[in-house]
C-alpha cells in the first residue's frame, strides 16, 4: 500500500516535498515513479528512481528543478520540487514497480497511491 501526501497550495518560485511512503519489506526492491495528472489533461510521467536509488529518470519539463530520492529507512521515496511553476499544478501520484527498473510508463506500475495535490499560484 503506497501512501502520497505534502502536497498544498504554493507561489511560484517556491518548495515542496512530496513523499511516498510503503508498508512492506519489498517496497526496497521496487522502483518508485511520480506521476501527474492536472485537471482536463492526461496523466504524465515525473520521475522514476530504480529500487537501489542508483537510477533515475525525469520528464524535460522538471528536469533541474525536482529531485527523487530513497529515504535511508528504504519504504519513502521523496519528490523535492523547487521552482515551482503554475504549470506544475496537478494531482501527484506515487507508483511502484515489482521489478526493480523504472519505467516512464505508467502502465508498468503495479501499485499507485491515492495522489496529493499540488497548487501552485502564480
Known amino acids: 500500500q503506497l501512501q502520497a501526501s505534502g502536497g498544498g497550495l504554493v507561489q511560484a518560485g517556491g518548495s515542496l516535498r512530496l513523499s511516498c511512503a510503503a508498508s512492506?519489506?519489498?517496497?526496497?526492491?521496487?522502483?518508485t515513479g511520480w506521476f501527474r495528472q492536472a485537471p482536463g489533461k492526461e496523466r504524465e510521467f515525473v520521475v522514476a528512481?530504480?529500487?537501489?536509488?542508483?537510477?533515475?529518470y525525469y520528464a524535460d519539463s522538471v528536469k533541474g528543478r525536482f529531485t527523487i530520492s530513497r529515504g535511508s529507512a528504504k519504504n519513502t521515496v521523496y519528490l523535492q520540487m523547487s521552482s515551482l511553476k503554475p504549470d506544475d499544478t496537478a494531482v501527484y501520484y506515487c507508483a511502484a514497480r515489482r521489478l526493480g527498473i523504472p519505467t516512464t510508463t505508467g502502465s508498468g506500475y503495479d501499485y499507485w497511491g491515492q495522489g496529493t495535490q499540488v497548487t501552485v499560484s502564480s
Open positions: 528512481i530504480s529500487s537501489r536509488g542508483e537510477s533515475t
Open positions: 512492506g519489506r519489498t517496497f526496497s526492491t521496487y522502483a
